[in-house]
């Protein structure tokens, strides 16, 4: 079971950017996909962006497109690093981020982290 941990996020005004890391740990684990998410209030969580590890292949919400960017670390050993570079940032951006990893193709995202609070103000 792998245990993820977000961070960067805070507090930035409208066309701002931050950037979220989510560290991945575990035993006995390597990810296939990870994936940020995220979740407003009073709304459903929805996706965000995901990168096959390694970092060939990305997907994106239709929203964040163009303005966020997922990238994953392979250099930290038994730590898997994934960011995500959010600019030109909305204030329809405001939301709990969480990151989360699905293992094979054949399962769904089993592993989350706590989430990182992203606000933005108009």
């Known amino acids: 079971q792998a245990q993820l941990v977000e961070s960067g996020g805070g507090l930035v005004q409208a066309g701002g950017s931050l950037r979220l890391s989510c560290a991945a740990s575990g035993r006995a684990f390597s990810p296939y996909v990870m994936g940020w998410f995220r979740q407003a209030p009073g709304k459903e969580r929805e996706f965000v962006a995901s990168?096959?590890?390694?970092?060939?292949?990305?997907?994106?919400?239709d929203s964040v497109k163009g303005r966020f960017t997922i990238s994953t670390d392979n250099s930290k050993g038994l730590v898997y690093t994934m960011y995500l570079q959010m600019n030109d940032l909305k204030p329809e951006d405001t939301a709990v981020y969480y990151c989360?990893?699905?293992?094979?193709?054949?399962?769904?995202?089993?592993?989350w982290g706590p989430g990182t609070q992203v606000t933005v103000s108009a």
């Open positions: 989360a990893i699905k293992v094979s193709s054949g399962t769904d995202f089993g592993s």
């Open positions: 990168v096959l590890w390694g970092g060939r292949y990305t997907s994106y919400a």
